[in-house]
């Protein structure tokens, strides 16, 4: 909980370079960090935060031709953005659903919800 080892890759351990970590942990009502298996199925409810989720940033691991997807309740969920694509901001209803009262639901697609891929998330309360 308070070390974390990085391998030999030049990104990331390149001799005299600074490399800055950034880590973020669980609070409890307001931010939680997990993951999830994609189903491929409509409607795939992710529950146990423990509050609704004003942000959602959510990765699909098992995949490089998908990309970072940020949802959040300012853009009404459906539009999402995305940090790491030319496209930038997108409607994409087809990804995401809902931010829930104790969760979030995403659709059957490759970014969020790839039947067998591990899903990395970011859920916020910021309201």
């Known amino acids: 909980s308070t070390v974390f ?3 030999s ?3 990331t351990n390149s001799s005299g370079q600074q490399i800055v970590a950034y880590c973020f942990d669980d609070v409890s009502g307001k ?10 199925s409509a409607n795939h409810s992710i529950t146990g935060l423990g509050f609704q989720p004003d942000f959602v940033l959510l990765k699909n691991i098992n995949s490089s031709t998908t990309y970072w997807s940020i949802f959040d309740s300012v853009r009404g969920g459906a539009l999402g953005i995305f940090p790491n694509d030319t496209q930038a901001e997108s409607n994409e209803t087809g990804v995401f659903v809902s931010l829930d ?4 639901t995403v659709n059957a697609n490759n970014t969020a919800n790839q039947n067998g891929s591990t899903i990395i998330y970011w859920a916020e309360k910021i309201h």
Not at 31 to 40: A, H
Not at 101 to 104: A, K, N, P, R, V
């Open 5 to 7: 080892k990085i391998g």
């Open 9 to 11: 890759h030049s990104d």
């Open 31 to 40: 931010r939680k960090f997990g993951s999830y298996t994609g189903n491929g």
């Open 101 to 104: 009262s104790d969760g979030f």
